[in-house]
């Protein structure tokens, strides 16, 4: 059974592929498996395709904060890989139910891996701040 770790991986690739050519979710999630080769386990992970498909759904509401704490940054123009991370983030953090501070945790581990140090920090701030707003507004302050 794969890890959470590398689930999150590839639907932070299959967001990045589905970013770059709008198609659907469905179509982005077949062309990343159809590109794997049989050793490398092709078979397809259902907590993938829930990080994905969620996140594709919720792109508008997740922009939206995105923008709203990533101060001088519009998102379309912010690389890909950190907007993505932040999508995957943001449905991970307020619809899958996983803790924020493992969501954090996750969002900054792709960030090294797949972006610079620089995206870490910014990674952590904005995410951070989306967090405690949410936190806010779930407490109805």
């Known amino acids: 059974m794969p890890s959470r ?3 999150r991986e590839r639907a932070l690739q299959i967001l990045f592929l589905w970013d770059a050519r ?3 979710a469905a179509d982005a999630i077949k062309a990343y ?5 049989a050793e490398e386990c092709p078979r397809r992970e259902p907590f993938v395709d829930e990080l994905v498909t969620g996140a594709v759904e919720h792109v508008a509401e997740a922009d939206e904060h995105i ?7 519009r998102v379309e123009r912010m690389p890909a890989v950190d907007r993505n991370i932040f999508r995957l983030a943001f449905y991970e953090m307020r619809y899958a139910g996983t803790p924020a501070a ?11 891996k797949f972006s ?6 910014f ?7 989306i967090h405690r707003e949410t936190a806010r507004t779930e407490a109805g302050h």
């Not at 498996?33 to 080769?37: E, V, W």
């Not at 923008?67 to 940054?73: K, S, Y």
């Open 67 to 73: 923008a709203r704490h990533a101060e001088h940054w």
């Open 123 to 129: 990674i952590n701030a904005v995410l951070d701040a």
């Open 102 to 112: 493992i969501v954090i945790d996750e969002a900054l581990e792709l960030a090294r």
């Open 5 to 7: 770790r590398r689930s």
């Open 116 to 121: 610079t140090e620089e995206s870490v920090q």
């Open 22 to 24: 709008r198609q659907s």
């Open 33 to 37: 498996y159809d590109t794997l080769y």
